[in-house]
Nanobody, 130 residues
Framework: QVQLVESGPGLVKPSQTLSLTCTVSGGSITTNYFHWSWIRQPPGKGLEWMGAITYGGTTYYSPSLKSRTSISRDTSKNQFTLQLGSVTPEDTAKYYC??????????????????????WGQGTQVTVSS
């Protein structure tokens, strides 16, 4: 049974870099056609796709966040990581990692529905405040 678990700080100061890790157990992040996304949900708003890393290591980013977002992976630990720079209070949200199965061509919705992904982590709340 594959499970995703997010980890990282719950509180980040403005202008700092937020770093979150998703640890995957029960399956490899390099398995063909599985893509691993970071998705967030600000209070009172819908889901926002931030970016993804594919089974092959290719990264995709939301155009609105691309300038300050980086996603990487450590295949030896079966983890992938989100870094979001220059955070502001508007980055306060619940952050999720999620898995999607898709053969090429790959597409990611900027405002996904929950059922576009077959597996989700439990989410981790991040607050940006001084």
């Amino acid at each position: 049974q594959v499970q995703l678990v997010e980890s990282g700080p719950g509180l980040v100061k403005p202008s700092q870099t937020l770093s979150l890790t998703c640890t995957v157990s029960g399956g490899s992040i390099t398995t063909n056609y599985f893509h691993w996304s970071w998705i967030r949900q600000p209070p009172g708003k819908g889901l926002e796709w931030m970016g993804a890393i594919t089974y092959g290591g290719t990264t995709y980013y939301s155009p609105s966040l691309k300038s300050r977002t980086s996603i990487s992976r450590d295949t030896s630990k079966n983890q992938f990581t989100l870094q979001l720079g220059s955070v502001t209070p508007e980055d306060t949200a619940k952050y999720y990692c999620a898995r999607k199965y898709k053969r090429p061509p790959i597409r990611f919705s900027l405002a996904p529905s929950h059922d576009e992904y077959d597996l989700w982590g439990q989410g981790t709340q991040v607050t940006v405040s001084s």
